[in-house]
């Protein structure tokens, strides 16, 4: 729904389904795995930095499972977009959040 912005017909929608006809006015819209790829990196970033209680380890474990979730799904498509050459934007991006992804520090439980 982000992309478009107009209101169109029936006939016209089933036309642009089908790829007969385009209703979309941006035409170099990204890739929308790696759309939400980037917002599953954004949503674990926050919930890290947006702890304010003492971190416990039930935390710890949902975070790493999350971004492990998350590597293997980049890994996935990175071997399914591996196919197309030359080397593509969503190829490009897909490296970047995975080494953005890999930055990501999961806190540590303090033994003191």
Known sequence: MAYFNQEVSLSKMVQHIYGNDSVLTVKNRPNMF????????????????????????????????????????????????????????????????KQELTATQIPTLELG
């Open 34 to 97: 790696v759309k939400e790829l980037k917002m599953y990196i954004d949503y674990l970033t926050n919930e890290i930095n947006s702890v304010s209680d003492e971190i416990n380890t039930a935390q710890i474990k949902k975070w790493q499972t999350f971004k492990n979730n998350l590597m293997a799904g980049i890994e996935y498509y990175q071997e399914l977009f591996s196919l197309e050459t030359p080397f593509t934007d969503i190829q490009n991006r897909l490296l970047f959040y």
